[in-house]
């Protein structure tokens, strides 16, 4: 298999199964995704790195008909609340897209899928959640 | 509060207070021979007239606009109507921004810097179709993370959604998973609500009626809004003159008489909640700023004549009723079954057709909502007019996020 790499950098792929993580702060336990300058929430400035559960509850998703051009619809963009805690925003996937197969509610696990190569033949690799 | 609870009369011109002087818009609606400045200068000019004043009479000038910030759009704006040398705040806010304007000539003259200023929002954006939609850059040389997530590419539809129409339907479908009640249904009877009353207002971009299956069967943009159920790009310019309630009191009996005070103004950003920077919060801004505004105007949510808010998704709107404390808590989906909203409803929300209807030039609108309050305490409104109304609220949502809301008075005789 040729050379993969995750669509962004909270998408861990060589360490164990595929998993998110956050910085969380050390001061509040604030959960975020991005290179930080400080904590929103307690104006902390250390973080240590925690893995988030792969399982969690969609609390709301659309399904999007009309997007960025290259970008093949329906699909349908979901929040999903991780067990354990964490929030994240991804897609649901390996269902249709329409409300009778997503739903509020719903019970998802993280999944991966291909997401294009550059010219060298790496793979980027994006996640999503499937029904569970 | 007197012992009969209705608000006891405020001496009418209090001299701290800021009151609305002049307002006007122009029609919100695609004017492909006009440019920037003309929708500006349309609604400063007529608002000046309306308030009975001129650029003379201006200490202040706040300009917002988005799509040209950074262009210096107030200086360009005074060049075509007067260059008096006042101070001019350029003010980009996210769909806040017309708000922002207000803010910043509220603020001078609350400072004492000024009696007197002139607040525009305006906006040329043509037909835009979906707004932060790029096409895609072609294929990478070699995959190299960058950014703040490391991304190697766009996450934009790969993972879920940032742009507005699913922004505004994952936050409508929040509330319905946390409240009963809600559904595809609900929505779009906000919509038809709208639609039905542009139809009685002239400076609507749209003016025509739906019923409830041509809205829910239109084409689907991010479920559950459908195209009608969407806000459209436009162009327009909204203005007001602001005057404090000292300088007022040496004013024409006139000026006096349809002058509206401004009760409230509050402007407030998202504050830190789980999960404000992965979906924006659009809630708890609203619900802050809404409750600041009640309790510094001492008016009640129940005391509303009508409200004016951000409905650039029928989803938004919904979720407003319970953020303005409109409806009890948790049933915005029975608020609008019942036609609280409705214009013969206990608290009638966007009669002029609202931003799905009225339209949505992106600076203007933050304005075009405190015209649209205005003239019906003024009992101006026409066809769409709200008998009797006396007390109204206007809201305007940008994300990122900024939130303002103003209360607004009919002058007590």
């Given amino acids: 298999m040729g050379r993969q790499v995750p669509i962004v950098d909270y998408l861990v792929l060589d360490d164990g199964p595929p998993h998110l993580v956050a910085g969380r702060c050390r001061g509040c336990g604030a959960l975020y995704f991005d290179r930080r300058n400080g904590c929103a929430r307690c104006f902390g400035t250390d973080f240590e790195r925690v893995p988030l559960a792969t399982e969690g509850t969609v609390r709301s998703f659309t399904i999007v008909h009309r997007a960025a051009p290259g970008v093949p619809v329906p699909y349908a963009s979901a929040i999903v609340d991780l067990d354990g805690g964490g929030l994240v925003k991804a897609n649901v996937v390996h269902t249709p897209a329409d409300p009778e197969h997503v739903g509020l509610g719903m019970r998802v696990r993280l999944t991966t899928f291909p997401a294009g190569h550059d010219r060298e033949g790496t793979e980027a690799v994006a996640f999503g959640f499937e029904p569970a | 509060m007197d012992a009969t609870g209705t608000a006891a009369p405020r001496d009418e011109t209090a001299g701290d207070e ?100 002139l607040a525009v929002g305006f906006e040329k954006m043509g037909k835009m179709g979906l707004l932060g939609a790029k096409p895609p850059s072609g294929e990478a040389e070699a995959f190299e993370p960058s950014g703040r997530y490391g991304s190697v590419m766009s996450v934009e539809g790969r993972l879920g959604t940032t742009l507005m129409p699913g922004v505004f339907a994952q936050a409508g479908m929040e509330y319905a998973y946390e409240n009963g009640g809600v559904g ?62 000292e300088r007022l009191r040496s004013l024409s009996d006139e000026q006096r008489a349809r002058a509206v005070r401004i009760g409230a ?94 339209g949505h030039p992106l600076g203007a609108t933050g304005v075009a909502n405190v015209y649209e309050v205005t003239t019906h305490l003024r009992g101006e409104a026409g066809d769409r007019q709200i008998p009797g109304a006396r007390v109204g609220l206007t809201h305007v949502i940008g994300l990122g996020s900024a939130c303002c809301v103003h209360v607004l008075e009919k002058a007590n005789a």
């Fill in chain 2, 18 to 117: 800021v009151w609305v002087l002049g307002a006007a818009m122009t029609r919100f609606g695609r004017y492909p021979d006009q440019d920037l400045i003309d929708l500006g200068a349309a609604a400063a000019t007529a608002a000046l007239a309306d308030g009975g004043v001129t650029m003379a009479d201006m200490d202040v000038l706040g300009a917002g606009n988005l799509y040209e910030a950074g262009s210096g759009v107030g200086q360009r704006l005074q060049k075509q109507i007067g260059q008096t040398g006042i101070p001019v705040y350029n003010v980009a806010n996210a769909c806040a921004t017309g708000a922002t304007a207000i803010r910043c000539v509220y603020m001078a003259i609350k400072a004492g810097e000024a009696d007197m200023g």
């Fill in chain 2, 265 to 358: 103004s509050v402007m407030t950003s998202d504050p830190w909640t789980e999960g404000d920077q992965v979906q924006p919060d659009v809630n708890t801004l609203t619900r802050q700023a809404a409750s600041r505004a009640y309790e510094i105007s001492g008016v009640d949510p129940s005391d509303l004549d009508l409200v004016e808010l951000h409905d650039c998704f029928a989803t938004a709107e919904l979720i407003h009723y319970d953020n303005l404390g409109l409806c009890a808590p948790g049933e915005a989906g029975k608020f609008i079954e019942e036609g609280g909203p409705e214009r013969d409803g206990p608290t009638p929300v966007n009669v002029s057709g609202g931003l799905i209807s009225k």
């Fill in chain 2, 184 to 245: 595809f249904e609900q929505f779009a009877k906000v919509a038809e609500k709208n639609h039905r009353n542009s139809t009685l207002n002239p400076l609507a971009q749209y003016r025509k009626e739906f019923s409830l299956d041509e809205i829910m069967g239109a084409p689907m943009m991010a479920y559950p809004n459908t195209v009608l159920m969407c806000c459209p790009t436009g162009d327009g310019g909204a203005a007001v003159v602001l005057v404090s309630g």
